[in-house]
């Protein structure tokens, strides 16, 4: 086949598509430690959650039962268990989440039937990048909140 000039065929060339590539490239390199940052956050936040939630399921079977229930709190493992009417059961923090302190006396808080909290305090846990969330609980009505 002949080719004249001035007409080009469609297509890319191989040097462009190249170039398209490195583009491609520095882009994604820019992004992928953003995403995990991102990432990192979107667990500390779903773990506060679920302790608070915990939380709330262990004041509220108190007040249902007329009974104490207790949350346990193991900083050396990353870990927590709720004693409640289903028994003991233990929860794991995500990888890459920790307790950054816990104001509980002897790392516990229970619940009365009143729906008081004995005693109250904060759980602080935190992510790798530095990054803190508080898990509150009041004493008088035994509010628990995230912060």
């Given at each position: 086949?002949?080719?004249?000039?001035?007409?080009?065929?469609?297509?890319?060339?191989l040097i462009e598509l190249?170039?398209?590539?490195?583009?491609?490239?520095?882009?994604?390199?820019?992004?992928?430690?953003?995403?995990?940052?991102?990432?990192?956050?979107?667990?500390?936040?779903?773990?506060?959650?679920?302790?608070?939630?915990?939380?709330?399921?262990?004041?509220?079977?108190?007040?249902?039962?007329?009974?104490?229930?207790?949350?346990?709190?193991?900083?050396?493992?990353?870990?927590?268990?709720?004693?409640?009417?289903?028994?003991?059961?233990?929860?794991?923090?995500?990888?890459?989440?920790?307790?950054?302190?816990?104001?509980?006396?002897?790392?516990?808080?229970?619940?009365?039937?009143?729906g008081a909290a004995s005693?109250?305090?904060?759980?602080?846990?935190?992510?790798?990048?530095?990054?803190?969330?508080?898990?509150?609980?009041?004493?008088?009505?035994?509010?628990?909140?995230?912060?």
């Amino acid at each position: 086949m002949y080719k004249c000039f001035g007409i080009r065929e469609k297509g890319f060339t191989l040097i462009e598509l190249i170039v398209g590539m490195a583009v491609l490239s520095v882009l994604a390199t820019l992004t992928v430690p953003r995403l995990n940052t991102v990432l990192d956050d979107m667990r500390l936040k779903a773990d506060a959650r679920e302790l608070a939630q915990i939380l709330r399921n262990a004041r509220m079977e108190s007040i249902c039962s007329g009974e104490v229930k207790t949350v346990y709190f193991y900083p050396a493992a990353n870990q927590y268990k709720a004693v409640t009417d289903f028994g003991e059961k233990f929860y794991k923090l995500r990888e890459g989440i920790s307790y950054d302190n816990i104001t509980f006396t002897t790392n516990k808080c229970s619940f009365h039937p009143s729906g008081a909290a004995s005693p109250a305090g904060t759980v602080k846990l935190q992510n790798k990048h530095g990054d803190k969330i508080a898990i509150i609980v009041s004493v008088t009505v035994g509010r628990v909140r995230v912060e």
